[in-house]
């Protein structure tokens, strides 16, 4: 599945998306994480992004094999896990995140429960991590990418990374997606730019560019 929009960045954002369900993965229902995503990404991105997408089982070494493939053969940027983050035995989403990780971004997880709770009570039950993966090679080649993992239902997957909103559009709670973009120019990425309706990126005045909107 690829979508590209054609605005001037340094190069595509590559965007690995990977939803961990036991019964969507063995087709008993139709998996709602990725598509969700799918039309999220859509709609708050206006620089060139293409996206590769995963649908794995509750099972660890099987998230962890998604996640570095998608960071160290696909080289993306951003991976975003949709599912297994809750107290459930099966829920091993966080574990399997943590396993592949150089550095842990706590800040991500904090910022998400924070939000939820704004919605429901047992968003405290959230276990949902983010990390950094950084690879490299003998001929000193290197790559960065981060890894967000989000719920498993459409309505939370938006809430997260839009945060909580007035009736009048002004923000109450930042959502975690107006980090994202400044932390991926931090590991070598390319520049996103975003729908500031819906999501604006936050960047010191030294990182904007004028292509922006935000000099």
């Known amino acids: 599945m690829t979508t590209v929009f054609d605005t001037a960045t340094d190069r595509p954002l590559r965007i690995g998306f990977v939803s961990v369900s036991d019964r969507a993965s063995s087709g008993v ?5 990725i598509p969700a995503l799918v039309e999220w990404f859509g709609l708050v991105l206006t620089s060139p992004y293409v996206i590769e997408s995963r649908l794995v089982p509750d099972e660890g070494p099987l998230i962890e094999a998604a996640l570095i493939e998608l960071v160290d053969e696909v ?16 829920d091993v989403t966080p574990e399997a995140t943590l396993a592949v990780a150089t550095r842990e971004m706590p800040g991500f997880g904090e910022q998400m ?10 968003a405290i039950l959230s276990r949902q991590v983010a990390v950094i993966r950084e690879t490299g090679d003998i001929e000193g080649h290197h790559h960065a990418a981060l890894i967000l993992n989000l719920p498993g239902q459409p309505k939370a997957i938006r809430e997260t990374l839009e945060g909580l909103k007035a009736d009048d559009g002004a923000s109450l709670v930042p959502g975690v997606f107006a980090a994202v973009p400044y932390c991926i120019d931090l590991i070598g990425g390319p520049y996103i730019e ?3 309706t819906i999501v604006k990126a936050f960047r010191p005045k030294s990182a ?8």
Request: charged share 25%; hydrophobic share 30%; net charge positive.
């Open 29 to 33: 229902y139709v998996d709602q994480g």
């Open 75 to 90: 080289q993306c940027d951003l991976v975003v896990t949709t599912g297994g983050t809750g107290p459930a035995r099966r």
């Open 113 to 122: 429960r924070r939000i939820g709770l704004a919605f429901v009570p047992t």
């Open 194 to 196: 975003t729908d500031e």
């Open 208 to 215: 904007r560019r004028v292509s922006s909107g935000t000099a």
